[in-house]
Every structure is written in structure tokens, then in C-alpha cells.
């Protein structure tokens, strides 16, 4: 990270009539690589700080951002500052304060071992691999690791001085498979930390599989019916509802559990849990971006709502606690809630259980169009889908061109057996943690005219 | 904003190791963002984006490397991390960074920085009023006002040394309305490629009212009956479907591999007689338009599909070499925070002969899909899914009910196939595009259409 003179800053706000100020400096640095056809055909590479102002001008909570982190750039960040403040009606909050109680501490992460070559010759064994995997694979089409670290500095006139870091690697395989005319695609993502065998061995798996299972997939006539959401769908599926448990959300009338907590709001098989250092979650951090310490804590505890996502502003509101989840999405945005790692505790059956208690019904493996077809609001969601129809407990013909569709507030009292296979699917999104989930009944849109 | 000198310092040491080609893309950005609910100011703020990304090229391969740290010393340190990354021979060239181009070709009156905060702030209170004044089932509304005064820079190790400042504002008007136990919304989002004297042009409230006339007119809405049926889609933000179910399939980036459904199909016929697709980054002031493509190229008038023939891709630089095409310049990327490749301007079906209400009467039972709310498509399967923020019901030949919940699902080379009505009255609407190289401003727009048949996801009628 730069070494900026933030003391000169605070001097400067402070001649300005900002009486209290705070610096929020977010650095990521990114090194990514592409292969395809054998070779690297891209890497990429960057360092990026952004630096958030935050102060208290005559009364008032101002704002700004610069990304040109030179000193010759406070005079404009401290003007976009006071002209917000200028316009900001709202009760100001109050700036970070000393963490009470000790933070937790990590291990560095074992990506500090693994140099560029490493990480290439370990795509084109993935690559390898997934021509390997079945003749049909045609294309794989983008494979692709990136090794992230980003780090936070929050520093104020009050003397809080916080710094936290977190590293992680992504890997994510995209392959096509052809047979005559069809043509089907997989993909599959996850997080890594070390190179292993195991890994590339389970991304081929899930990519390529699903592609080469799906080819010849086909619609159906509509019917409800017995339905697994298999865990990157389940997933998918509520990463894109999970602002209902957001308190900002409540308080605007947005999210249908206002007034809900302490309710039976979902089947007594579910608790959905946050957890800021959950080993699976990319996000990893031990306070959030005003200064309180980041804790693991149950959102719904066998079906029971415990408690909504608060940062300080909402938990003033509510008469509660901030729950650690005040963040910056980036430099960019002022402090908002947000989820660090929200997932769904684990069932005990295996996915293969779940589909051998299935007489009549489908699978879904694959959802789409996520921001399209969900609506927070009112939780009725309606998406592009791919799966497989489950007959007598075994898995039987790919399904296309299908849509699954529900209200994720209904689907919560529907669920009715939750697997062991936990999965964050999205890794460096907004990502929330699922095993499969079968659901007593969703409507399967399809094509084809019923009998 | 970058001198000349340091330029041919880093184009130098980029093309050190073997690299045949290098590319600056600079980027000074002033942009405010702000939010309010209800009327009050929730979030956002002013600031300046600044930050150059440099890429090299070696036949296919390529490097992107980005910083916000512009000190000399840091460039060449970030060109030399870059060229660390290619092996092979130095390539010595002639560079002629003599004479710089101004490409901006969008005029605009009020630049944003030049427009106090107050008076951007009135303009989401404006909204937020007629809005809430529409129905008394109007709750919340919600409006995000954003502009931006992008200055840009892109020079190349062809002699290319070229700048476009890119001035441009929208709102995005969301209303929900509540009663019945459950919420409804939907949205409005008028923008242009313009400074704010954009807001002297239009009525912000006409576009408030328009958004609390969908949330309220979906509140009272059943669920829509899944099942096949005709569609005819309204004109306006519509032509997001043909973006989504055809676009994203010809652009470069998914034909150069020969992964896309329409990949080796050039001169071929792919669409009804009645389809002409256009892909225009010029248009004077719109939305989804820029001076020049993100590596350089003036933007043009492309037509994709004429007459149901496929006439051309929308190619970029890097995938350009890969498929022996001159780039169309299609080249787009968010922010120096992203390498470009081959995106969309604005993108809209040309207009027919069919008037609005011959469409309708000519369809005696099917979907009238008013608002698109926003969908995805996979280019290789071609596979697309929408869904809609306002639909009705067609019954004999006449627009009856509302009917909520319902996504529209198919595949782009038959929806080409089955348009067999197509209107006259073309409208362009403003929106945004997610893909490889970001979120960007985009224009959708088509006259009023028919798809005989398409697969609509709904929840009722099974």
C-alpha cells in the first residue's frame, strides 16, 4: 500500500472545519491466468488502491472517494466531501472506535508459496484433464486461476488505527462438449488455496460431467413436482434473496421478514448461519469496516429467525448490536450492510441419498439469468434451468430449456431433507453457502404439450 | 494527460520481450453517484476515478496489466511487469506519437462537475414526489442518480494516439407498491451520452409516474400461466431480448473460438426476412454511444442481421487476429480496470411495417410483454432467459389482464426464426450490459414485434 500523509489530510480537513474525519484505504492485488489450446493466452496482473473519505462537516456525514493517491488530490476530495455533507440530511454516524476485546488471528495463506509457472503448468493439467475426461468435450473454452489479496486500512482523527488482509485463489473451468448437433456447456468454480490433485480432479468432474450428462438434454410439459436444488443452484438461488435478512432492507419496508424475528419463518431443518472466517467463504475478515469485530452468529436457528444483518446505523435504530456487517462494497460506496460468509448449516444425507428417496421428480444443477429471474422484493423467482428428471431414485434424461419457479418465502417451509455438501459457488461474489436442498414442490416449466 | 515522452518509454520496454503490439488506455474519470429513498439522501458520493491499463499483444497471446499509481516510476515498473510475462524476441519499431486526435463526437452543454450536488440531488426529489403522488399503493421509491465525465486516452504502438471525453448522465427510478400482503416493482431509467441540460429535455416525473404505473399495475396482477404461446414484445427497452438472445452470440469474444451458435455462419440466413439488427455505437448523444471504441476505432453503424441474412460480428482487435476480421469497432471496456473486447453499443431490431394494434388483434391468445426487466443468455447453447417487470395476457386479440412472475425462455436461432411480425414504431431505451470487461452502458430498442411461439415460465395454469 502507498504511504500517504494522512496526517497532512487530517490537518487539511480539519482547516476546512471537518471536525472528525476517517480514511477507509482498500488495496487489491489480482494476478491472473489464462490458458487455452496448450499455452498461457493471458495473464494479467494489477495493484489497485482506492481511498474513502468519511467526515463530520458542519453536522454533518460528507463523503468522497479519489483513486489518485497523490497529495495534490486532497483539495478535491475534501471539497466532494463538504458537498456532500452540504445536501446529507441524515443523523450522522459515528466514526470507527477502538475494537472492544481481542481480534481473532489467521495464518498466512499457502498461496505465498506458489509462483506464476506453478500455477500454469497446474492449468494445463486441468486442461489436460478435462480433454481427457470424454471424447465429447470439444472446447474448453476459458480455464482460468486468479490469486487475489486485498487488504484494508482504516484509519481516524480519533485515533483508531485497523488493518486487515486476506489472500485466496480462484479457480474456474468452462468447457463445451458436441455430439452431432448438440451442444451443452459446464462450468464450475471454486475456491483454492494450495494446487492439489483433489482439486483439479473435482473441477473437471462437475464442468465436464455436467456437460457431457446434459448433451441431448431436452424440455418437458409443465408439472410441479419433487424438486433438489443441487448445492451450487440452492446456492445461487439465495446468495440472490439474501438481502431480506439485511436490516437496512427491514427498515425500508423492502424485506417481507420485517417483524418476523424470534418466528418460525422456514422448515426446522434450516439454520442459516454467518460466519465472517468461514474456511470455505473468500471473504475473511476479523472487523468489519466501522471498527466492530467480526463474529460468527446464527441468522435462523432451526427455522427460527434470531437476528437480521446490522451495521451500527441500523442496530441504533432497532435498539440492538451492530452484528459486524457494516462494509464498503468498495472505495467507491459509502458503508452499507452486507453478508461476509452466509451459509446454510449441513444436512446429513449425501446428494445420492436425497435422489434415492425420489420417486417422481427433477434435479436442477444448473440455474441462470439470476438478477433477472428473482425478484428480492417479493420473493417469486422464476429461472432459466438445466437438470436431470429423477426417476424411481435413479438419475434419467438431461433436461433443457426448462424453468424452475417458486417463492423463495414458500420454499423455506418446503424444504425437506438438506445434504452434507456445502458449497460456496460463486467464490469472490456476493456468494452464499449451500448444501443441495430438496423441496416437497417447485413448478418445472417446459415446452413440450402435456398428455 | 499522458506526455508523449513517457508513452514511448513504456511502449519500449513493453515490446522488449516479444510482444507485437502494445496499447495504453488512461482514464481521468469525475463521477458522482447518489441514492435516495423516499426523498432523502441514503448514499453515494463524489470522486475521481484515475488509472491507466497497458496490454501487449503477441499473435493471440496477451497481457493486461492496470495501475492508479501514474509516477513515471511506476509505469515503466508496471510495463516491465507486463513484459515479464511474454518470451521471445525484442521488436524494434518506429513510433509517431506526433499528432494526437480529439475523437469525442457527442456535444454536451453542462458538464457534471460544473452542477452543484443540490441541484442533481432536487432532480431525485422531483422524481421521488411524482412518483409517491401516482397511487396511494406507492410506498418506496428509490432513485440512483449518476454521471460521469470520463476523459480517455488511447494510444498505441501503430501510432494511434487518440482522446474522447465521454460526458453522460441517467437516473434509474425504482417505485414498489404494497398492499395485498405483497410488494410489487418495477423501474424506469432515462439517460443520454449528455451533460445535465439532459434534465431540461425530458420530464423526470413523467418517467416517475411511468415506473409507479408498473409496480402498481403488477400489484394487482395473477400469476402467469406457463406454457408456449406467442409473444409480442413492446418496443423500447424490449429490444433487450435480441441483445441478449443474438447479440451477446456475435460478438467476437464467443465467435472467435467457434464457440458460439452462430460461429462460421457469416452470409448465412438466420433470421426471418423480417429481422435487420443493428449494432450502432454512434448515434449523436445516446446512451450506449462513445466517440471512439475503448482501443481507438471511431464507433459505426454495424448491421448484424439484414433482412434475416448474417451480415457481420462485432469485432475487436485480439479476436479480430484470431478470426482474420478487421475490428468493426467494437471494442468496450468499463474502466482501465479492464482489458476490452467485443461488446455492444446500441443495439435494436430496425423498424417493419406493422402498426402496434395490427399485432395485437392479429394474436388471438398470447403474452404482451410491456417491460423487460432484465435477462442473460449462454452464446455457445444459445440459450437465453428474460424476465418481464410488466406482461399481460392476449385473449382474442385483445390486451386483458395483467400477470406477474413470468420469464420468457428459448434459444436465439429459433427466436430469429419465429419473429413473423415485426411494428413501426422503433424506440431505443438505456440500460446497462454485464460481461468480461464490466458493467456498460448500453441502448436496447426495437419497434413493437411477434414471436409465434416461445416457452414463457410462469407459476399458474399447471
Known amino acids: 500500500m502507498k504511504k500517504l500523509d494522512f496526517d497532512r489530510l487530517f490537518e487539511e480537513a480539519s482547516k476546512n472545519g471537518i471536525v472528525e474525519a476517517e480514511v477507509c484505504l482498500k488495496g487489491t492485488t489480482v494476478t491472473q491466468q489464462k490458458v487455452f489450446d496448450g499455452k498461457l493466452e493471458d495473464y494479467s496482473y494489477h495493484e489497485d488502491t482506492g481511498l474513502s473519505l468519511r467526515g463530520i462537516y458542519q453536522g454533518r456525514m460528507g463523503y468522497s472517494y479519489t483513486e489518485k493517491l497523490t497529495d495534490d488530490a486532497f483539495a478535491e476530495l475534501l471539497k466532494n466531501l463538504m458537498d456532500y455533507a452540504g445536501i446529507n440530511t441524515r443523523e450522522p454516524e459515528r466514526l470507527a472506535e477502538p475494537p472492544t476485546g481481542l481480534l481473532q488471528q489467521r495464518a498466512g495463506s499457502p498461496l505465498e508459496k506458489i509462483t506464476d509457472p506453478q500455477v500454469r503448468e497446474f492449468l494445463l493439467n486441468v486442461e489436460k484433464r478435462a480433454y481427457a475426461y470424454d471424447s465429447r468435450i470439444s472446447v474448453v473454452q476459458s480455464l482460468s486461476f486468479r490469486d487475489v489479496e486485498t487488504s484494508i486500512l482504516i484509519r481516524n482523527t480519533a485515533g483508531v488505527e485497523l488493518t486487515d488482509k486476506n489472500r485466496y485463489g480462484v479457480l474456474e473451468l468452462l468447457v463445451t462438449a458436441r455430439s452431432g448437433e448438440a451442444v451443452e456447456t459446464g462450468y464450475s468454480s471454486r475456491k483454492l488455496e494450495e494446487l492439489t490433485e483433489d482439486a483439479a480432479e473435482a473441477i473437471v468432474e462437475e464442468a465436464c460431467g455436467d456437460a457431457v450428462k446434459l448433451l441431448g438434454a431436452a424440455s418437458l410439459a409443465s408439472c410441479a413436482c419433487e424438486v433438489i436444488l443441487r448445492n451450487n443452484a440452492a446456492s445461487d438461488l439465495f446468495s440472490q434473496m439474501s438481502r431480506v435478512f439485511q436490516a437496512d432492507f427491514v427498515q425500508r419496508d423492502l424485506s417481507r421478514l420485517k417483524g418476523r424475528l424470534g418466528e418460525a419463518i422456514a422448515s426446522q431443518e434450516l439454520s442459516i448461519i454467518e460466519d465472517p472466517l468461514h474456511p470455505l467463504g473468500t471473504e475473511q475478515r476479523t472487523f468489519d469496516d466501522e471498527g466492530t469485530p467480526a463474529l460468527k452468529k446464527w441468522v435462523l436457528k432451526d427455522g427460527i429467525l434470531e437476528t437480521f444483518l446490522h451495521d451500527r446505523r441500523s442496530a441504533e435504530k432497532a435498539g440492538v448490536r451492530s452484528t459486524g456487517n457494516g462494509f464498503r462494497q468498495s472505495h467507491k460506496s459509502s458503508i452499507e450492510i452486507g453478508p461476509t460468509n452466509l451459509y446454510i448449516e449441513e444436512g446429513e444425507q449425501t446428494l445420492e441419498e436425497m435422489i434415492h428417496a425420489i420417486e417422481d421428480g427433477v434435479i436442477i444443477t444448473e440455474v441462470q439469468g439470476l438478477h433477472a429471474g428473482v425478484s428480492p422484493t417479493s420473493g417469486d423467482f422464476s429461472l432459466q434451468a438445466r437438470g436431470f428428471l429423477i426417476k424411481g431414485g435413479m438419475i434419467s434424461a438431461p433436461l433443457s430449456q426448462i424453468t424452475v419457479g417458486g417463492n423463495f418465502f414458500e420454499l423455506l417451509h418446503t424444504i425437506t431433507a438438506i445434504g452434507s455438501d456445502l458449497r460456496f459457488a460463486s467464490p469472490g461474489h456476493k456468494d452464499f453457502g449451500s448444501p443441495s436442498l430438496k423441496i416437497s414442490r417447485l413448478t418445472i416449466a417446459g415446452n413440450l404439450e402435456s398428455n | ?462
Open chain 2, 1 to 462: 494527460m499522458i506526455s508523449k515522452g513517457i508513452l514511448e518509454d513504456i511502449f519500449h520496454i513493453a515490446l522488449s520481450t516479444g510482444a507485437d503490439f502494445a496499447e495504453v488506455f488512461m482514464e481521468v474519470n469525475f463521477s458522482t453517484q447518489i441514492t435516495t429513498i423516499g426523498g432523502t439522501l441514503e448514499q453515494g458520493m463524489s470522486g475521481r476515478d484515475y488509472g491507466l491499463g497497458l496490454r501487449l499483444l503477441k499473435g493471440l497471446d496477451s497481457v493486461y496489466v492496470y495501475t492508479n499509481d501514474l509516477a513515471p516510476e511506476s509505469l515503466r515498473k508496471a510495463a516491465r511487469k507486463a513484459a515479464g510475462a511474454m518470451r521471445g524476441q525484442e521488436r524494434q519499431i518506429i513510433l509517431n506519437l506526433d499528432r494526437k486526435e480529439v475523437r469525442s463526437a457527442h456535444p454536451f452543454c453542462k458538464p457534471p462537475g460544473d452542477v452543484d450536488l443540490k441541484v442533481k440531488l432536487e432532480l431525485a426529489k422531483r422524481a421521488t414526489a411524482a412518483g409517491r403522488a401516482y397511487h396511494e399503493e406507492i410506498g418506496q421509491v428509490t432513485v440512483s442518480y449518476l454521471d460521469q465525465d470520463q476523459a480517455v486516452t488511447i494510444a498505441n504502438t501503430d501510432g494511434l494516439f487518440a482522446e474522447d471525453r465521454r460526458v453522460r448522465t441517467r437516473m434509474l427510478i425504482q417505485a414498489v407498491a404494497e398492499g395485498e400482503g405483497t410488494l410489487s416493482e418495477s423501474w424506469t431509467g432515462p439517460g443520454a451520452m449528455k451533460g445535465l441540460e439532459f434534465y431540461d429535455e425530458i420530464q423526470v416525473e413523467e418517467f416517475a409516474r411511468e415506473a409507479a404505473r408498473g409496480a402498481q399495475t403488477m400489484l394487482h396482477a395473477e400469476y402467469c400461466p406457463a406454457g408456449v404461446m406467442p409473444v409480442v414484445v413492446d418496443n423500447g427497452f424490449g429490444g433487450l431480448m435480441f441483445h441478449e438472445a443474438c447479440g451477446h452470440s456475435l460478438e467476437a469474444s464467443s465467435v472467435a473460438k467457434g464457440t458460439s451458435v452462430f460461429a462460421g455462419m457469416q452470409g448465412q440466413k438466420i433470421a426471418s426476412d423480417l429481422v435487420t439488427l443493428v449494432d450502432d455505437g454512434s448515434i449523436t448523444n445516446a446512451w450506449g454511444s462513445l466517440g471512439m471504441d475503448d482501443e481507438g476505432a471511431p464507433t459505426r453503424k454495424n448491421t448484424l442481421i439484414e433482412k434475416g441474412i448474417l451480415n457481420h460480428y462485432m469485432v475487436d482487435r485480439l479476436n479480430g487476429r484470431r478470426m482474420g476480421q478487421a475490428s468493426t469497432g467494437s471494442a468496450r471496456r468499463q474502466s482501465y480496470r479492464f482489458a476490452p473486447t467485443s461488446r455492444m453499443f446500441n443495439t435494436y431490431i430496425a423498424a417493419g411495417s406493422s402498426s402496434q394494434k395490427a399485432i395485437i388483434e392479429a394474436t388471438e391468445r398470447g403474452l404482451f410483454a410491456s417491460r423487460i426487466n432484465a435477462g442473460s443468455v449462454n452464446p455457445t447453447t444459445g440459450e437465453f432467459n428474460f424476465s418481464l417487470s410488466e406482461a399481460w395476457l392476449i385473449e382474442d386479440g385483445r390486451i386483458t389482464r395483467p400477470v406477474k412472475g413470468a420469464t420468457l425462455i428459448g434459444n436465439g436461432r429459433d427466436i430469429l426464426k419465429d419473429v413473423d411480425m415485426v411494428g413501426d414504431n422503433l424506440k431505443i431505451e438505456e440500460g446497462y450490459c454485464f460481461a468480461s470487461s464490466g458493467a456498460l452502458f448500453i441502448g436496447a430498442g426495437q419497434p413493437t414485434l411477434r414471436v409465434s411461439s416461445m416457452t414463457v415460465g410462469g407459476r399458474s395454469g399447471v
